[in-house]
Each structure stands twice: as C-alpha cells, then as structure tokens.
C-alpha cells in the first residue's frame, strides 16, 4: 500500500470516527449510568464505583472533545483517539474487577453486568471493526477483567474453565469479524480512493447529484468553489452560484423526462469567466451526472480560425478579381472614351449652332446609357469586394448573378479569344448571398480561362442551369479535354493547383466548395462528360433549403 494512499485511509477513518463518536459516546454514557443505578440497587451507595462512573463519563465528554481538534494531523489524532479509548477500557475494567473482587455480589448483577459487556462491544463495534488497535486497547482489558469476574464468581473449576473458553470463543469470533470487516472497509475506501482518482482526472468539473443536492464532486469542482463553502449535501448551484441560468437549466433538466441535456455557456469559475460545455446525463437511483468541461481555448481557435477564413476568404476573392482586373480596364475605359467623344461631338456642334434639339437629345442618352455601364461596374465591383461573413440567405434571381459576374471577365475572355454564352431560364431563384454564388462563378470562369486560353482555336465556355426536382444545378463547361485521373481527388483540396507558380494560390476551388458546402449544395466535376471540362453546383430549391433549414 503507498504512502498516500495510507494517509488518505487515515484520513478517511478519522472522519468516519468523527462521524460516529457521538452516537458511540451517548450508548456508554447511557450504559454507565444503567449500571451505576443497578449496583447502587443491589450493592448500595458506594462513592469508589461514582467515582470510576464519573471518570468514564469525563472519558467519553474527552472522547466528544476530539471533534474540536481540527488542528491535529491524522496521525496525531488517530493517536490521541486511542489513549482515549484506553482510558475508557482501564475505568471499565477497574468497575468490573472492583465488582468481582467482593464477597456479596448478587446474580442479578453478574446478569447486569454481562448485558452492559455485551452492550459495550455492540456500542463500540463499528469503531472496533475499522481500527484495530482501538480494538486490542479496549477489548483486552475487559476481556481480562471478564475472566478474573468468572473465576471469583464461580466455585467449580469447570464451570470456570468452561466460562473462560466460552469467552475467548467469543473474542475469538470477534477477531475474526473484526479482520473481516477491517478488510471489507479498505477494500472499499481503496476503491472510492481510485474512482475519486480518476474522477479528478477529468479536465474539467464533474458532479452528481442525487435530487438536487451535490452528491460527488471531483477536485476541479473544490477548487472552483469559494474555500468557505461546501458541496456535498448542498443543493445546486453551490459552486456557480453567479450563474442562475446554470442552475435553473440544470433544475429544469431534472425535473423533466429528457435523459441527457449538452449545451455551451459561459461560467464564473477561480476568478473568470470562460466558456464551458455542459453535460448532463440521468442516471440511477434519482441520480444526475454533470461534467463542465472548459472549452475557453477551443472557442478562441475556432473564432481565430474562422477569422483567417474569412481573411483568406476574401484574399481569394480579390485574387480572382485582380486575374480578370485587365478586362475590367478594358471595360471602363472603353465607356469612358465613347463618353469623352460624344460629349466633344455635342461641344463641338454646339459651337458651331449645328445642335439641334434631336441631336443634343440622342447625344445625352449615349452619355447617360454609357454611363450606367460605367456605374453597373463599379457597384457590381463595390459589392463584390465587401464582407459577406453575416449576410443572411435570401431568395435572388440566378440570372442576375451570373449576368453581374459576366461584368468582371466578358472583356478579358473576348479579348482572349473565347467565346462566352449562358442560357439561365428567367424564373430560376436560389437562396444565396449573390456575391458568394458570383465568387464561386468568377473562380470557375478564371479556370477555365487559364485552362484553354493558349489554344488557338475553338475556344469556348458554355454556363447553363436548370431545375431538377427539388435542386437546382448549374453547369460550367469549357473546351479543355478534361481532368487527368491522377489530380481528380486532388482538386478541392487547399492550396493544390496546377497552374504555373505565382499565377494560382490553389484556394479557389477550396473556398468555392465551403461556400457551396454553406448553402446546403454540392459542387463537383462531371466526369462523365469525357470530351470537355464540366463543373456542376447543385443547389437546393429555397423551399427545399428552408425545409433542410427546418429539420
């Protein structure tokens, strides 16, 4: 047996004798003042046998005193409970010798007396089961005195020698009782010794309860609980009782039909407050088992994560932006000179009192119809380039985003030769934030772009969607010949590309697949399409998102 392990069994038989003293000590008393009355009755007034009762008496009140030695080590008090208890056998030992060493002593108190023996170890019996020296200090004594009574109270020899092995017969079954239920109660603190072991490994708080009241705590539940206060036996909310909502969920959960309850929240615990997850589950007999387990660093990687998502995110959409940002230029400034050309047409005429009403009119709506396309780019620029983190879903027209994206990238991919159509049915709406759905298209069309812009002929991408029963899919292809079997389970992943070094980041795809993966869609090559490069994003109808929503 370790060393610690002896200290806790010290400790705990020290509490367990603290616990029972009181009851221990109030059955002698009673007994003492039995047979002080019953030899006073039969023997008369006898100041020597006061005298022993008296001193017995004070024993058992010092015996009541050692609950107040709190500042004694186990050890020291084990000890000093021992010196009490042989003072309790030494004055009850005198009382009987003094009774067996007189001539006129009646039956009627050898009856007595051999009740208040029998009453003695029954009194005595739990704190002499669990602690054998107590149990040698105060049996061996008595049983001696026992066997002078028995032999000058007896006139026959075997009468006395039948009475003494009667005795250690006796003592002899108490021994073996003792050692048995001495080994029964180690076995047994050992065992709680090694559950409350392992219940204090747990990261974290873990309690039971039976009802409402703290019935198990582990050493994080101690620690987080103010030193004046204790748990075991106290209702709930003991430990965290800065958080009512704590309490009064896990009440409720109690007192409900619900077997197992899990939830975040946050927790005042050593001085902060910090995330935890709760865990309730119903077990037997009335009782509820909860852990509390911290999961402050957990939350703080997740939002760390999520931020550099975002980041890398809206890094990606930039990037994609900025691969077709010479087509834009192309896009702006070509409007921007039809604008400065008409408007020098209209000076000019205007000079020259050659500008008739119709003329000024018709030069007007050029600027103004230019202008708008100017203004269609910017805004679909503006919306493209801000955060989206929290927008909610909203039903939008697909037509109008993909037309929208066209905007970034018409002018790169006629510039380079390919030809662009869509074929979007009007009433077709999906359930989006539009600038997402317009980044995944972007980086689809970016792709393709790369993949087929250094052929020389029949350079083409084709976008077309549809409705299937309950989905949408939506469907971009392009001239390339496919995807090699060899990178085809590569192709989502973050950072894989196959682009030349310093053109791709190999995040588009990723990043496409988790916006698609948030909209309850799925985004995949068709392989089956052997002749061409096909990328298919199936998205749920908004009737059947909100459903999934739903459920």
Same mark, same amino acid.
């Given at each position: ?117 029998? /009453?003695?170890?029954?009194? +005595? ?79 974290? /708080? ?26 075991? /036996?106290?209702?709930? /909310? ?6 009512? %909502? ?66 890398? %995110? ?22 921007? +000179? ?126 077309? +969607? ?26 989502? %992943? ?27 869609? %799925? ?29």
């Amino acid at each position: 047996m370790t060393l610690f392990l002896q200290e806790h069994l010290q400790e705990r038989l020290r509490s367990e004798l603290e616990e029972t003293t009181v009851r221990s000590a109030i059955a002698s008393i009673a007994l003492i003042v039995i047979y002080q009355v019953s030899a006073v009755s039969f023997l008369g007034f006898n100041l020597y046998h006061i005298a022993i009762s008296t001193a017995l008496i004070l024993s058992y009140v010092c015996r009541l005193a050692l609950k107040k030695l709190s500042n004694l080590s186990n050890k020291e008090w084990l000890f000093v409970h021992l010196i009490v208890i042989m003072s309790h056998s030494t004055f009850w030992s005198l009382t009987l010798l003094e009774i067996a060493t007189m001539d006129l002593v009646s039956p009627e108190l050898h009856i007595v007396t051999y009740l208040v023996f029998a /009453g003695l170890i029954a009194a +005595a019996s739990y704190t002499l089961s669990i602690s054998k020296y107590d149990f040698f200090a105060f049996v061996l004594p008595i049983l001696g005195t026992q066997i002078v009574v028995i032999f000058q109270s007896f006139d026959y020899l075997t009468l006395k020698i039948s009475s003494v092995l009667m005795i250690l017969l006796f003592f002899n079954f108490l021994i073996h009782q003792r050692r048995r239920m001495e080994k029964s109660w180690i076995e047994q603190r050992t065992k709680n010794f090694e559950m409350q072991n392992i219940v204090d490994a747990v990261p974290g /708080g873990l309690s039971v309860l039976k009802g409402y009241n703290y019935h198990l705590v582990n050493k994080y539940m101690r620690q987080a609980t103010p030193a004046n206060v204790q748990l075991i /036996g106290n209702p709930i /909310g003991s430990a965290w009782n800065d958080n009512p %909502q704590f309490t009064s969920r896990i009440r409720e959960f109690i007192s409900s039909k619900e077997r197992r309850l899990q939830y975040e929240t946050e927790l005042s615990a050593m001085g902060e407050v910090r995330t935890y997850l709760v865990t309730a589950v119903k077990s037997f007999n009335d009782e509820t088992i909860i852990s509390i387990i911290d999961i402050e660093e957990v939350k703080q990687i997740e939002r760390e994560m999520n931020a550099q998502k975002i980041k890398l %995110q809206q890094s990606a959409k930039m990037a994609a932006l900025g691969e077709m940002a010479s087509g834009l230029a192309h896009e702006i400034n070509n409007p921007v +000179a039809i604008i400065s050309g008409r408007a020098q047409q209209l000076i000019l005429a205007t000079k020259k009192e050659m500008a008739t009403k119709e003329v000024l009119l018709k030069g007007l709506l050029d600027i103004n119809t230019t202008a708008e396309r100017i203004n269609r780019i910017v805004k679909g620029l503006r919306s493209f380039a801000h955060d989206t983190t929290n927008e909610p879903l909203l039903p939008h027209p697909l037509k109008d985003i993909v037309e929208d994206t066209l905007t970034f990238c018409e002018a790169k991919l006629r510039n380079n030769g390919i030809d662009l159509s869509y074929s979007i049915p009007d009433n077709l709406e999906i359930l989006c934030v539009p600038t997402q759905i317009s980044q995944v298209i972007l980086n689809a069309l970016n792709n393709s772009h790369d993949a087929i812009a250094h052929e020389e002929t029949n350079k083409w991408i084709r976008i077309t +969607a549809e409705q299937k029963e309950d989905s949408i899919r939506i469907s971009i292809t392009d001239s390339g010949k496919g995807i090699i079997p060899d990178i085809r389970d590569k192709l989502m %992943q973050p950072f894989f590309t196959t682009k030349e070094v310093g053109k791709g980041t190999g995040l588009g795809l990723s990043i496409s697949k988790g916006i698609i993966n948030a909209h309850k869609g %799925q985004i995949f090559f068709n392989y089956d399409n052997t002749e061409n490069t096909e990328l298919v994003i199936v998205l749920p109808l908004p009737q059947q998102q909100n459903l999934n929503s739903i459920s």
